[in-house]
C-alpha cells in the first residue's frame, strides 16, 4: 500500500515489508516516508482547513455515517488484513472492526452536539451589562499515531473525533502493522475534500520528530510506549497532546469475591490477543485464603485455550507481533522464575508463539510485574488482605485502568476510591473498555481521555465571544 497526501497516492524508492507473523511471509509493503513527504502531508493537511470548515454539522454528520456503512461493507476484509498483519486471531480481527463501526457512528453523532455555553458575565465586578457566550472552534491539524494491536479500533479513536470537530488529520500507523488503518483512512478520505485525511508510513521516530517541530501541527494524540510518550511530551511546543502510554493493570480478587466469574474474565483479560493490550490483566493479586482454588481454577481454564493459526475461528491463542517480542517475554518469565516464582502452566515457545502460562509465587517487585509485559502471562501475587492489594495495586508507575472482584459493597467501594488509575471497575476485569467511556489513565499511563465525546471535546478550543450592552 501506499501514502495518502492531498488525495494522491504517494510511494518512494524505499519500502519496508510487512510480515505476517504466524508464518512469515511477506503480506505487502509500505513506502518509507522523507522529510520532503512529511512536510508535504502537513502542507496538505493545513491548505485542507478551510475546506473542512465550510462544511456544516449536518454535512459532517452524513460523511462520517456515509464512511461508516462503507467501513461495514469492507469488515471482512479489513479484518483479514488485521490477522495478516498482526497474528490477531480473526474472530478478535472481526470484533475490533465492529467496535470500530460503532465508534465512527458515535463520532458522527457526536459531530452534531459541539456545543457552547451561556457565560454568566455579570457575577463579576465589571460585569454588568456584558453578554458573553463561548463557541467551540477546531484546532486545525491533528496528528494521529498509533500502535500495532488495534489498528483499526485505535487509529479510528483519534481521526474520527478530530474529523467531527472540523479538524484535518495525519495518520502515521505503526509500521509493524500499517495496512488495515491505511484502509481505514482511504475510506474516510474518499468522503472529504482533498488533503482533510493524509497518511505517512516509515520509521515512527524520524516521521514524528519532523512533526514534533513544525508548529503548522496543533494536536498529537499518541498511543504507544512510555519513553516515546514523555518524548513527545518533552518536544512538543504549544501543541495539545493526548498521551495514551500503556498499563501494569491490576485485577484484584478479594476473599468473598465469585472465583468462576473472576476467573472467566481474567482468561480473557489476561490473554486477549496474546496479552497485547494495553488495559489487559498485568497483575491478579489474589487474597490467601482463596489463592489455592483460584490458581487451580485458572490453570484448568487457561489449559483449554487454542494456540494456533489465527485464521481458524477456533484459535484463543495467535502469534505474537515478532520473535523479539516473543524472546522480551520469555525472558521475563525466566527472570520470575529465578526469583522464586513458579511455572503453573504454559511458558512454551515457538516461532512466534508464546503459550499462554499462570506464574504464582509472584512478588510486585520482578520485571514481569514491574514493567508492561505485552505477551499471554497471568501472574498471581498472594496478599494477605484488601489493604495490602491496594498498596500493591497502587505500587507501578501506570494507572490506567483496575479491576476488583468482591461481593461486598464496601470493600468494592474502598477499593475504587483507593486505587490510583483512570478506570476501575467492580466484577470486571481491568480489561473492559466501551468506545464510549472515557478512557485515559493516570502517572504515566499518559495524559488525557479518549471516547468520542471526549476526544472531540480535546479536538476543539474554546473562543469567548462578548458585547457590551450598554
Known amino acids: 500500500m501506499d501514502m495518502l497526501i492531498n488525495s ?3 510511494s518512494t524508492d524505499k519500502r519496508l515489508d510487512i510480515i505476517n507473523p504466524y ?3 511477506v503480506v505487502d509493503t509500505i513506502p518509507v516516508a522523507d522529510e520532503k513527504i512529511v512536510l508535504e502531508a502537513i502542507q496538505s493537511a493545513k491548505h485542507a482547513e478551510e475546506k473542512i470548515n465550510e462544511l456544516t454539522s449536518r454535512e459532517i454528520y452524513y460523511r462520517l455515517s456515509d464512511a461508516c456503512e462503507d467501513l461495514r461493507q469492507q469488515k471482512e476484509k479489513i479484518a483479514k488484513s488485521i490477522t495478516q498483519e498482526t497474528g490477531k486471531p480473526i474472530n478478535g480481527s472481526l470484533y475490533e472492526l465492529d467496535r470500530s463501526i460503532e ?9 452534531k452536539r459541539i456545543y457552547g455555553e451561556n457565560v454568566p458575565i455579570d457575577a463579576g465586578l465589571g460585569g454588568n451589562n456584558v453578554m458573553a457566550f463561548t463557541k467551540k472552534i477546531p484546532l486545525g491539524v491533528v496528528a494521529a499515531i498509533t500502535p500495532f494491536n488495534y489498528p483499526v479500533n485505535l487509529a479510528i479513536h483519534k481521526m474520527a473525533p478530530a474529523l467531527a470537530a472540523r479538524n484535518t488529520v495525519i495518520l502515521k500507523p505503526s509500521k509493524e502493522a500499517p495496512l488495515s488503518g491505511l484502509m481505514l483512512a482511504e475510506i474516510l478520505a474518499e ?7 493524509n497518511t505517512l508510513t516509515g520509521f515512527g521516530k524520524e516521521i514524528g520528530d519532523i512533526i514534533l517541530a513544525n508548529d503548522d501541527v496543533n494536536k498529537i494524540s499518541f498511543t504507544g510506549s512510555v519513553p516515546t510518550g514523555v518524548h513527545i511530551a518533552n518536544n512538543a511546543g504549544m501543541k495539545k497532546l493526548t498521551l495514551e502510554l500503556g498499563g501494569n493493570d491490576p485485577t484484584l480478587i478479594l476473599k468473598d469475591a465469585d472465583i468462576d466469574k473472576a476467573v472467566a474474565d481474567i482468561i480473557n483479560g489476561a490473554y486477549l490477543f496474546s496479552g497485547q493490550v494495553c488495559m489487559g490483566v498485568k497483575r491478579i493479586i ?19 485455550l487454542n494456540v494456533g493459526n489465527p485464521m481458524d475461528k477456533n484459535t484463543d491463542i495467535g502469534p505474537l507481533i515478532n520473535n523479539n517480542a516473543v524472546k522480551y517475554v520469555d525472558e521475563v518469565v525466566q527472570d520470575a522464575v529465578q526469583l522464586g516464582a513458579d511455572i503453573e ?36 501475587i498472594e496478599v494477605k488482605d484488601i489493604d495490602e492489594a491496594i498498596k500493591i495495586a497502587n505500587n507501578s508507575q501506570y494507572g490506567l485502568n483496575a479491576g476488583v472482584f468482591t461481593e461486598n459493597i464496601h470493600d468494592a467501594l474502598k477499593c475504587v476510591n483507593s486505587i490510583e488509575s483512570g478506570s476501575v471497575f467492580v466484577n470486571k476485569a481491568s480489561t473492559f473498555r466501551t468506545d464510549n467511556m472515557p478512557f485515559g489513565g493516570f502517572k504515566y499511563s499518559g495524559m488525557g481521555k479518549e471516547g468520542i465525546k471526549y476526544a472531540v471535546e480535546d479536538m476543539c478550543k474554546t473562543k469567548l465571544i462578548g458585547f457590551n450592552l450598554n
Do not use: R
Open 8 to 10: 494522491e497516492k504517494i
Open 23 to 25: 508464518d512469515n511471509t
Open 103 to 111: 465508534t465512527l457512528m458515535f463520532a458522527a453523532e457526536e459531530s
Open 191 to 197: 468522503h472529504f475534500p482533498n488533503g482533510v485525511v
Open 286 to 304: 489474589v487474597e490467601n485464603k482463596i489463592i489455592d482454588e483460584f490458581t487451580d481454577k485458572l490453570v484448568k481454564q487457561t489449559n483449554k
Open 345 to 380: 502452566t504454559g511458558a512454551k515457545v515457538k516461532d512466534n508463539f508464546y503459550w499462554p502460562t499462570v506464574l504464582s509465587g509472584v512478588k510486585d517487585n520482578m520485571k514481569i510485574v514491574c514493567n508492561e509485559t505485552f505477551g499471554p502471562i497471568a501472574p498471581i
